[in-house]
């Protein structure tokens, strides 16, 4: 069972490329989803006022995906899909990558724009932090304070993430398995007496 995904680290980076007297400012964020698209694409639209074109590509999604590829007043699929691929030829998700443009006088007609795109792309990938990251499965735990070491002892012995905790008249855990592990780790809790154990929906 496959749990893992690539994705990028959070550092964003700034490329550029230059083609024919055209420059290409590319860009590369990790996001989660789509209102953080908007924000990133405000943000570098305030950043280069006086840039000709925004065109973009993202994907998210860990076990189905969906994307979207933005020409932004380029010839059709000549700079969203272009960049769209270097992200499939990455084989990361959630991830957001923008190349700005600023027109240089000559144009590059459709197949210099596919190329020119593609590689603000692929080098703007190519100076991100890649990483594997795991597919979690959420669960939510309220137990009393009578299990409290065997539930902390299990958390360690698996590794189990703990997401937040409110300790009140009992306790209650949110915590985060390992998708190919998640089912034995819902058995072990679901038999324990008192223990009340719920799968969640990943926020």
């Given at each position: 069972?496959?749990?893992?995904?690539?994705?990028?680290?959070?550092?964003?980076?700034?490329?550029?490329?230059?083609?024919?007297?055209?420059?290409?400012?590319?860009?590369?964020?990790?996001?989660?989803?789509?209102?953080?698209?908007?924000?990133?694409?405000?943000?570098?639209?305030?950043q280069?006022?006086?840039?000709g074109?925004?065109?973009?590509?993202?994907?998210?999604?860990?076990?189905?995906?969906?994307?979207r590829a933005?020409?932004?007043?380029?010839?059709?699929n000549?700079?969203?899909?272009?960049?769209?691929?270097?992200?499939?030829?990455?084989?990361?998700?959630?991830?957001?990558?923008?190349?700005?443009?600023?027109?240089?006088?000559?144009?590059?007609?459709?197949?210099?724009?596919?190329?020119?795109?593609?590689?603000?792309?692929?080098?703007?990938?190519?100076?991100?932090?890649?990483?594997?990251?795991?597919?979690?499965?959420?669960?939510?735990?309220?137990?009393?304070?009578?299990?409290?070491?065997?539930?902390?002892?299990?958390?360690?012995?698996?590794?189990?993430?703990?997401?937040?905790?409110?300790?009140?008249?009992?306790?209650?855990?949110?915590?985060?398995?390992?998708?190919?592990?998640?089912?034995?780790?819902?058995?072990?809790?679901?038999?324990?007496?008192?223990?009340?154990?719920?799968?969640?929906?990943?926020?």
């Open positions: 069972m496959k749990d893992t995904y690539r994705t990028i680290a959070s550092t964003p980076v700034e490329t550029l490329y230059k083609e024919k007297g055209s420059k290409f400012f590319g860009y590369a964020f990790p996001v989660l989803k789509e209102e953080e698209v908007k924000h990133h694409l405000t943000n570098l639209r305030k280069h006022p006086t840039a074109h925004f065109c973009y590509a993202w994907q998210l999604g860990t076990e189905t995906f969906h994307y933005s020409d932004d007043g380029e010839p059709t000549s700079a969203g899909m272009p960049i769209y691929g270097q992200l499939l030829a990455f084989e990361v998700t959630n991830v957001l990558v923008v190349s700005v443009r600023y027109f240089g006088g000559t144009k590059l007609g459709v197949g210099g724009l596919i190329q020119a795109y593609k590689h603000s792309a692929k080098i703007t990938l190519e100076e991100t932090t890649i990483v594997e990251r795991t597919i979690d499965v959420h669960f939510q735990l309220n137990f009393g304070y009578d299990l409290m070491n065997k539930v902390m002892r299990t958390v360690k012995e698996k590794d189990i993430k703990i997401l937040s905790q409110e300790l009140g008249i009992n306790c209650t855990y949110r915590i985060a398995v390992r998708k190919k592990e998640a089912e034995a780790v819902f058995q072990h809790f679901d038999s324990l007496h008192k223990m009340n154990i719920e799968k969640q929906k990943a926020s």
